[in-house]
């Protein structure tokens, strides 16, 4: 059956192949079985030799990360119909923590937008792999979300920024205000941040003094 991009509609019918609920919702449900069973072992390793991470930190972070995200990537479906039009998207993902364009790729597929993700040298192994397992599942759906091997310095990736309506960028302050001196307002960044916890000496929780660590040694933070 044909396709297009922008309206996931069939060529010889009005009526939507999914709404924009349908399809988060069945990524929230592959996401929450990823979080329960966490990575087949093949994948986990592929993983751990690229990042240089302990397979079972990334195990465990990965299973927190996707069990959060979804609980997250929840929408009105009406309103979001309404108010987000489809365009074309490239993502410039981070490296630092596997995954990390999950979200904003599903919430924009969702509304119907070719997403195209730019993965980072350092990490690109879980949004292809769920990309595909999905398309496993779901063979019927649109593949609106297309991950990308790409240097930050060809020709292809300077093209795609160049065309696409809006550029979501993770990077640091000197990678985005490079992007915005080239492209301008269509660029939205998401530098780096850091969070801070203080914890006295009267504390009596253990609880959350090992979610704190947890927190800071799954991912080498």
Not at 138 to 147: G, K, V, W
Request: glycine share 6%.
């Amino acid at each position: 059956m044909a396709q297009k991009v922008s309206g996931i509609h069939s060529k010889d019918s009005a009526a939507p192949l999914f709404s924009p609920a349908a399809y988060i919702a069945t990524w929230q449900r592959l996401l929450g079985e990823v979080a329960r069973d966490g990575l087949p072992q093949a994948v986990l390793e592929k993983l751990a030799t690229q990042t240089g991470l302990p397979a079972g930190n990334l195990q465990t972070g990965v299973r927190v990360s996707l069990a959060g995200l979804a609980q997250a990537i929840e929408v009105d479906d009406v309103r979001y119909s309404q108010n987000v039009s489809p365009r074309k998207i490239v993502i410039l993902a981070a490296g630092n923590v596997p995954g990390t364009a999950v979200a904003p790729a599903v919430l924009l597929a969702a509304a119907g937008c070719q997403v195209i993700v730019k993965q980072s040298r350092h990490e690109q192994i879980v949004l292809p792999w769920l990309c595909q397992t999905l398309l496993k599942k779901h063979p019927d759906f649109p593949d609106l979300i297309r991950p990308r091997d790409l240097g930050k310095n060809s020709s292809r990736l300077q093209d795609l920024l160049s065309e696409a309506d809006h550029i979501l960028a993770f990077g640091s302050d000197e990678t985005l205000a490079a992007l915005h001196r080239q492209h301008g307002a269509k660029v939205i960044g998401f530098g780096h941040k850091i969070s801070f916890a203080y914890v006295d000496e009267l504390t009596d929780e253990p609880e959350l003094l090992y979610r704190l660590a947890q927190d800071v040694v799954l991912c080498n933070q």
